[in-house]
């Protein structure tokens, strides 16, 4: 890894610093950093967790870069800022684009999941799973649950060895987290960092908890009672010990500690979240921080790219990406029919960008291969069948289809489903008795908001998850392959996604009626997470060539997917899902939801599993690859190791779609490490 110093050191010696203007770097078009300008020396499409890391180190290194947003700024939406509203901030029509989508190809299997959605007006792409994501600054991690887990060291080998880039291998990329990170809970290590862009905290709902009992109110406390059921259960307590004392002891564990083994772990930890002072923090911050500081980041909001901007000659046999065309329009109003604001008009300004160095695209798993695909990048038949004949250059001269069969192939998730437990009587959960959820400000209608509002602490300082167990699952153990379960504990009553999810609706299948005592404050979720997953069949396609209409996703789960590999996911996942279970009736709670009638038996649960299963970390849908992929590979590799398209120059991709297989547990910090990675490669080809 080149390390940020070094690469500031050389710039410096350098003088590209000071003398950016005669290096190619000046816009002569306007002065340095206004928005008016039209051409710079790097694009980059997107403000996620892909492009906003990549983007503010270019700035910073003295490159003249515009980020391309397609929402506005929504950083004052109280559902935005406080971490315990993170579900509802999925369904702000300013900031969220809804996507459908299909978990299997059946539709009589696909309806079987009471999450099946179809849109009472008949619009076409309203119906499937909803998906959400997010148009606004910051991308998905504006709304997403802020969960922080480092990747285990098996998801960057499998890349090295899958490219043939020894750069990827683990110990070559777990500094990129201490360079990202602010931890405030553990100082500077071989895994930490202090001095980083993203800060980091332990979630505090069980510190909040443990604190109000010892041993003799154990069994009083529901949350403490079921953390240490779930301790019992996965054989690191005994009823036999001092029960307050030794649970205190595990849940002040650090997952992304320096830990040997980490990535067959296994046990009860602490979560850690990128929660800084109380707030949520992401990429919307970091690139405020980097404008801030240098005049050479432009954001562009409420821009939406429509395709790719090609030069007219060819070199080495390859498209040189010149820019961008979008479309702006004012704040508040959208084009992209993702969003719940979109009225079906294409009215807006037609504009063009230009980029000296490259163009960047960091759209997403969706939108990344439906940008490649609109400008002429994909699988060849796919593209005329959609009346796509070529990459259009600046002056409307017609070039051949970059024929990339991979482009929105490999889709991946994970599987996950939810185990509900109620309290009796629907009594609530301790730490939620006196709370509101508010989302108007007013302090005198929610002590609980008013706690948060004075010093940024309490109850919704945090995302409600109190825990999380880690377990290597016994298909797992046979595979040979790390821990790939993660049972985390919410304070809420989760089913999954659907329109309405976020306010309490019941899903559109039907639910059983919520508890007494509403807002889920009588109900305990263990959500299980299923990582390592083995389809790789899903996929993105265009559903026109209209850029503001939304792709077609399908992620042909289990059996429809990879047939022979569906029996261990679907195992691992009802292992998880039956231990939770167990958890809840040993904690004296009832299971509710849409496992609470379902029998004690594997199949039973699997096809639980099979019908409820869901997932919201879209990935791989651009992979990268060796340098010069042949044969099954030639057309299945969409990147090289160093990010860029193949069949192109001056265009690279660094976001989730990325990735040949899909980083272990959470997704997003992986995301991280690999833009901070990106921004070392390119600087280093500057």
């Known amino acids: 890894m080149i390390s940020r110093r070094s690469i500031l050191k050389l710039i410096a010696l350098s003088g590209l610093g000071s ?14 950093g206004d928005a008016t300008a039209s051409t710079f020396d790097y694009i980059v499409i997107g403000s996620g967790a892909g492009g906003g890391p990549v983007a503010a180190r270019l700035a910073e290194a003295g490159f003249q870069v515009c980020v391309i947003e397609a929402g506005g700024d929504r950083g004052d939406n109280l559902n935005y800022q406080v971490p315990s509203f993170h579900a509802r901030s999925t369904e702000v029509p300013s900031m969220q684009w809804d996507y459908f989508v299909d978990h299997y190809s059946d539709p009589e299997q696909a309806r079987r999941d009471p999450k099946h959605y179809t849109d009472p007006n008949g619009v076409e792409h309203r119906k499937g799973i909803f998906y959400p994501r997010a148009g606004t600054l910051g991308g998905c991690t504006a709304h997403n649950a802020m969960i922080t887990i480092r990747p285990q060291d098996a998801d960057w080998d499998d890349i090295a060895r899958i490219t043939g880039d020894d750069s990827w291998a683990a110990d070559q990329m777990q500094p990129y987290f201490a360079r990202l990170e602010r931890c405030d809970y553990a100082g500077a290590d071989r895994v930490h960092g202090t001095e980083g862009w993203l800060g980091t905290s332990l979630g505090n709902s069980a510190s909040l908890v443990l604190d109000t009992f010892d041993d003799s109110t154990l069994g009083q406390q529901t949350i403490g009672n079921l953390l240490y059921q779930a301790a019992i259960a996965t054989q690191e ?34 979560i850690p979240m990128a929660i800084r002072g109380g707030l949520r923090n992401g990429t919307r911050e ?27 000659e060819l070199v080495d046999g390859k498209l040189v990406a010149k820019g961008i065309e979008a479309t702006t329009y004012p704040d508040g109003k959208q084009v992209y029919r993702a969003s719940p ?54 002056s409307g001269k017609t070039l051949s289809i970059v024929d990339l069969p991979g482009v929105g192939g490999n889709l991946q998730d994970r599987y996950e489903v939810t185990v509900l437990g109620d309290q009796p009587e629907g009594k609530p959960l301790e730490l939620l008795a006196d709370c509101t959820f508010t989302t108007t400000g007013n302090t005198a209608e929610d002590p609980c908001f008013a706690q948060w509002a004075a010093n940024k602490s309490g109850p919704y300082a945090n995302n409600k998850c109190v825990g999380g167990i880690v377990l290597r699952s016994e298909s797992a153990r046979t595979a040979g392959i790390p821990s790939d379960l993660v049972i985390f504990g919410l304070q809420s009553g989760f089913l999954g996604y659907y329109p309405g999810y976020s306010t309490g ?40 060539d209209h850029p503001f209409d939304i792709p077609a996703v399908n992620f042909r789960y289990f059996e429809e997917g990879t047939p022979d ?15 939770a279970r167990d958890i809840l009736e040993s904690a004296g709670m009832t299971p509710a939801g849409m496992m609470r009638d379902v029998p004690k038996t594997r199949e039973a649960v699997r096809d639980y599993v099979r019908d409820n299963a869901w997932g919201h970390h879209a990935s791989c849908t651009c992979p990268m690859g060796p340098s010069d992929p042949t044969g099954v590979d030639a057309k299945r590799f969409v990147l090289d190791s160093k990010f860029r398209v193949r069949g192109t120059q001056g265009l690279r991709v660094v976001d989730a779609s990325i990735f040949p297989k899909i980083p272990g547990l959470f997704i997003v910090t992986a995301i991280y490490m690999a833009s901070e990675k990106a921004a070392d490669v390119i600087l280093a080809s500057a």
């Open 505 to 544: 609706l019941p899903p559109p299948g039907g639910a059983p009626p919520p508890p007494p005592n509403n807002v889920s404050k009588a109900r305990f979720t263990w959500t299980v997470l299923k990582a390592h997953t083995s389809n790789t069949a899903g996929t993105v396609r265009l559903r026109s």
């Open 19 to 32: 003398t950016a203007g005669s290096l190619g770097c000046k816009n002569d078009d306007a002065p340095e």
């Open 565 to 579: 590999a569906a029996l261990p996911d679907l195992d691992a996942v009802a292992e998880g899902a039956e231990l």
């Open 286 to 312: 970091l690139l405020l921080d980097a404008r801030q500081r240098s005049n050479r980041l432009t954001i562009k909001l409420n821009t939406f790219v429509t395709r790719i901007l090609f030069g007219e």
């Open 341 to 394: 604001l979109a009225d079906g008009s294409t009215e807006g300004t037609t504009i063009k960008l230009y980029a000296r160095k490259e163009v960047i695209l960091s759209a997403g798993a969706f939108n990344t291969p439906q940008l490649l695909m609109l400008s002429g990048i994909g699988p060849k038949d796919h593209l005329e069948e959609m009346g796509i004949d070529g990459p259009r250059t600046v």
């Open 237 to 270: 307590l005994s009823e036999s010990e001092n029960p307050a004392s030794a649970l205190k002891a595990l849940l002040q564990r650090d997952f992304n500690g320096d830990i040997a083994d980490r990535d067959t772990l296994e046990g009860l930890y602490a």
